[in-house]
């Protein structure tokens, strides 16, 4: 549900596009990723990839590590603090998952704009 995500990403102080680059680099746990292989990944394209990678970085959910290949080249490793981030996301997500089955698609709908509307 989109409602949820939005106010897990602000709990854990994440964003969306931050949530997608842990998601990358998990998928690619425990190899590396480049920047270029993240971005060409991400579901927001028009995203300043480098950007946000460092800001996961700052957070301790990544770390960068000299390519072994091309020495200029930096590589891109989710943490256990990022590995641990998602876990706990995914947690709440099940968790509201079980909590928002008995809805149909057009209840959850309305939901949602109740709430956002709630929140305005």
Not at 55 to 60: D, F, N, P, Y
């Amino acid at each position: 549900m989109q409602y949820h995500n939005i106010s897990v990403f602000k709990k854990y102080e994440i964003t969306g596009q931050q949530y997608n680059v842990l998601r990358i680099l998990r998928g690619q746990h425990p190899n590396p990723c480049t920047i270029l292989m993240i971005k060409d990944r991400m579901l927001d394209k028009v995203s300043d990839t480098s950007r946000i990678v460092e800001r996961l970085k700052q957070a301790g959910y990544l770390e960068r590590i000299l390519c072994e290949k091309d020495r200029r080249a930096v590589d891109v490793k989710i943490s256990k603090k990022g590995l641990d981030l998602l876990k706990n996301m995914e947690k709440e997500e099940e968790a509201m998952d079980g909590v928002m089955k008995n809805l149909s698609s057009a209840e959850a709908k309305q939901l949602n704009l109740l709430l956002d509307k709630l929140r305005a």
